[in-house]
């Protein structure tokens, strides 16, 4: 899949000279999410260097499709992204309610908040879906953020019939 087109803005997938912009997106998405659980008070900035080893890991795995939009440039030329969004697929075991078992997860879409409200997380998600269709994945699942979700329900995302738990060890 090359850059997409059409109505909103062109996305494409996300290039190694991409990672540092990657990383600050990705920082930007927990300090918005808040709370304890994604920003933890005791945390420092060493899970940034791990983030930027494993995203440049994944830029060309088959699971994994990191999309972008390119931001507009400044004086220096320097032009950053936009909005990012990444997203996987995980093969599981096939059952009646998931034949294939193939679920695709987006880990997240971050727009810098210079550039929201220009359609630029709604193109990443439609590339997203795409690439997933393409790829037979039975089911979609997301974590949406209060300012998120009227997007991800408008894109055809309902509640999810299982409780989410989790554990830390």
């Not at 930027?52 to 890991?57: G, R, S, T």
Request: hydrophobic share 40%; net charge negative.
């Amino acid at each position: 899949m090359g850059q997409r087109k059409g109505n909103g803005p062109t996305v494409r997938q996300a290039v190694e000279y991409d990672l540092v912009e990657l990383v600050r997106l990705r920082a930007l998405l927990f300090e918005n999410l808040g709370g304890h659980f994604f920003s933890p008070a005791s945390a420092d900035d060493d899970w940034l260097d791990a983030l930027a080893v494993v995203l440049k890991e994944q830029l060309t795995a088959d699971a994994v499709r990191i999309l972008v939009v390119d931001g507009g440039g400044d004086s220096d030329g320097d032009r950053g992204l936009a909005a990012c969004g990444i997203a996987t697929i995980e093969q599981r075991l096939p059952g009646p309610h998931l034949r294939n078992g193939r679920i695709g997860h987006v880990i997240g879409v971050v727009t810098d908040p210079s550039y929201r409200r220009r359609g630029h997380s709604r193109s990443i998600m439609r590339s997203l879906l795409d690439w997933f269709e393409e790829r037979e994945v039975a089911r979609v699942d997301l974590y949406a953020s209060a300012e998120g979700e009227p997007l991800y329900r408008e894109l055809g995302f309902t509640n999810h019939p299982d409780p989410a738990l989790y554990w830390r060890p």
